[in-house]
Every structure is written in C-alpha cells, then in structure tokens.
C-alpha cells in the first residue's frame, strides 16, 4: 500500500530565491545520489515542480511546492519505500535545508 511522505522546510528567502536555489540543488542532488534514484520526469508549473522518480527498483510520484516562507516536498511512495520513509525525513530535511542556505 502507498503512502505519502511530507516534509516541510522553513526559509527567508522569498519564493523566486527558493525557488532557484532548489533547481540548483536537484541538479546536484541528481549527480550524487544516482547510484540509487533516478528522477525520470520533472515538470516545473510556476512554483511546482511535479516529478517521476525511481529508488530501490521502486517508482514513486511527487511534487515540490515553494512559498515564500516554507518549501513542502510530498512524494506518493510504494510500500517497500514506504517501509524506509521515517528514516529518509530527517536526511531529506537536511538536504532540502542544505539546497536552501547554499548560495
């Protein structure tokens, strides 16, 4: 059975900063977790950005929301994802905080 996995992250940036500094960090991000994730469809739409992904043989569906003041990643996940969602919040909570303080 799926389930979301949410995570909200504060900023002061404004939205047009946040969101350029997350366009930024996925790019990084893609290159260095690519061993395991693939992010197969990525759809900007304003301030959102819909995506596709693969982890593990697995595919889950998303989207990134940027405001200005938080950023909210809510990602669909398979069961066998969904299994390891309580240990990946806090990672993706540091990354997604380390992809909004990088200049």
């Known amino acids: 059975m799926s389930r979301p996995l949410i995570v909200s992250i504060p900023h002061r940036l404004g939205r047009e900063e946040a969101s350029r500094r997350i366009k930024s960090g996925l790019a990084a991000a893609r290159a260095n977790y690519s061993a395991f994730l693939t992010i197969r469809e990525e759809t900007w739409s304003g ?5 596709n ?12 929301d940027v405001a200005d ?17 309580e240990k990946l919040t806090p ?3 540091k990354e997604g905080t380390l992809m909004l303080e990088k200049k």
């Open 47 to 51: 301030d959102r950005l819909a995506f």
């Open 53 to 64: 992904l693969s982890a593990l043989g697995q595919s889950a569906v998303g989207f990134i």
């Open 69 to 85: 003041d938080h950023v909210r990643l809510e990602v669909t996940l398979p069961w066998l994802l969904a299994v390891l969602a």
């Open 91 to 93: 990672a993706i909570r």
